[in-house]
């Protein structure tokens, strides 16, 4: 590989004038500019990324960690944050890490390794211990879409306000006229399920609705998991007369096994679900219910203090604390 050495020796100039011209620091002349510029063509210079961040102490490198970047309300999220950043010459590391822990551990080791500069985590294992490292060796770290209760560093978090959205939810079935509802949610160790699971506990206790935890189904926020939900009430004597899907994911899957087994929305069985179902258009009459959410906003919102905190590393002395509120809507 050619390297800066060999465009000073073509360009007949020293190696301090090629770093002025390539970084556009410092004098240097027209003249010595132009024998530069047609010795990196004439050599096809490629400037080291490497060497470059070594110098700089910067990788100009974004890391997002989430559950699934399969998923569209992580992939706008990380959009918002592309076209905040992009300009300033970051780009961005995508990794899923399926919920699993070793997974989880391993892409934040690769991450710290890497260099990144920045890592935007929707971790669900993540340790004290791991994150502290990171900090200590410069990372940027943000937290988004879920808390982690057990660790209590100090750091960036991007939230929507699960609980009061989830109660929101409820409400408009409990509004339909529902009193027997079910919830298709992700587990009770990740904070956006067990929010949003308090938010209808909320809402059916101030109605003074019992709650039957027999209608309560972890879907571990999958398609798959919202289907096996259906199945498992479909056989009970007294089914529930509405779902409450507390991801997107889960609502399509549920929506998906009732029309296959001939129930008739929202006749039959009422859906509600966080997050929008695109393929609930097709359901002419379905009167769904959902939680409009904001991830490219998020997104958006985080590439921002991303660039004022590279710019400025004094702002890490304050933390940010946003939180999002996502809007009721209704497909008809």
């Not at 465009?7 to 020293?14: D, L, N, P, Q, T």
């Not at 961040?53 to 992580?74: A, C, E, R, W």
């Not at 958006?300 to 004022?308: D, N, P, Q, S």
């Amino acid at each position: 590989m050619v390297n800066i050495k060999q465009v000073a020796r073509e360009a007949g100039v020293s190696t301090a004038t090629v770093s002025r011209v390539l970084n556009g620091t410092g004098y240097a002349s027209e003249e010595a500019r132009k024998r530069v510029m047609e010795a990196i063509e004439r050599l096809n210079y490629r400037p080291s990324a490497i060497a470059r961040s070594l110098k700089q102490d910067k990788t100009y490198t974004i890391g997002i960690l989430v559950p699934d970047i399969s998923n569209p309300y992580f992939m706008q999220i990380s959009k918002g944050i592309e076209d905040v950043v992009h300009g300033e010459g970051y780009h961005l590391i995508f990794a899923s890490t399926d919920e699993h822990p070793d997974k989880e551990a391993h892409l934040l080791n690769l991450f710290s390794e890497q260099r990144a500069d920045v890592v935007v985590l929707a971790a669900s294992f993540a340790t004290e211990r791991q994150l502290a490292q990171m900090v200590k060796s410069g990372i940027h770290v943000i937290l988004v879409d879920r808390r982690l209760p057990d660790v209590s560093l100090e750091l960036d978090m991007f939230l929507e306000d699960n609980a009061a959205a989830s109660e929101q939810l409820t409400e408009c079935l409990i509004r339909d006229g529902h009193e027997r509802i079910a919830v298709i949610h992700g587990g009770t160790r990740i904070s956006t399920s067990k929010e949003r699971l308090d938010g209808y506990r909320r809402a059916m206790a101030a109605r003074g609705l019992p709650v039957d935890e027999r209608l309560l189904f972890d879907g571990r926020f999958s398609e798959e998991g919202g289907k096996r939900a259906v199945l498992e009430w479909m056989n009970l004597k007294e089914r529930p007369t509405a779902i409450l899907a507390l991801n997107n994911a889960m609502a399509f899957g549920a929506l998906l096994q009732l029309v296959e087994s001939g129930v008739s929305i929202p006749d039959d069985m009422a859906v509600a679900s966080f997050g929008e179902v695109e393929a609930a258009r097709l359901l002419k009459g379905s009167n769904l219910w959902h939680m409009r959410q904001k991830p490219y906003q998020m997104g958006e919102e985080i590439g921002k203090r991303i660039l004022a905190v590279q710019r400025d590393a004094a702002l890490l002395k304050t933390n940010i604390r946003r939180l999002f509120m996502p809007e009721i809507a209704q497909y008809r």
